[in-house]
């Protein structure tokens, strides 16, 4: 009887040719959350990122906050604030009454966070700190 013998590919994910900048701060906190709660999953970085090429690296994002809070442009609160509602994968309210606070604390966090990568080339010239469009 003939044995079929099968050829197995390995899997290669499509070629990425551009590098696509960030629309906004608040879409860079977001995507440096996802890609943090997947590393906690035991992802490896690069694995399932993204589906294209971002302009850094999770890393990146991560010391720009970290060097606005050692500078003191940036507060615990704010901090608080920008880890507490990137977990829930969604900006304050500023409609709902306990939100009203944190709203204001997250639009002036993510100004002072989109200053700095704008400078470094992480998210586009010109963009506004505020809605991030949900793309990974």
């Known amino acids: 009887m003939p044995q079929n013998k099968r050829i197995y590919k390995p899997y290669r994910p499509p070629r990425i040719e ?4 960030f629309a906004s ?12 709660k997947l590393r ?8 399932a990122m ?12 991560d010391l720009a906050v ?6 003191r442009e940036l507060r615990r609160e704010h901090l608080t604030v920008l880890v507490r509602f990137g977990m829930l994968e969604r900006p304050p ?3 709902i009454p306990p939100e009203i606070r944190a709203a204001l604390v997250w ?3 993510l100004d002072k966070l989109s200053t700095a990568l704008k400078h470094k080339g992480i998210i586009a010239p010109g ?7 949900f793309i990974a």
């Open 107 to 109: 639009k002036e966090a």
């Open 40 to 47: 906690d999953q035991g992802v490896k970085p690069g694995d």
């Open 127 to 133: 963009s506004s700190p505020g809605r991030a469009r």
């Open 66 to 71: 970290k060097r606005l809070y050692q500078q």
């Open 93 to 95: 309210d500023r409609r």
């Open 25 to 36: 701060a608040e879409e860079a906190w977001f995507w440096f959350v996802r890609c943090q």
């Open 50 to 61: 993204s589906c294209f090429q971002r302009p850094c690296e999770p890393d990146d994002i």
């Open 18 to 21: 551009t590098v696509r900048l």
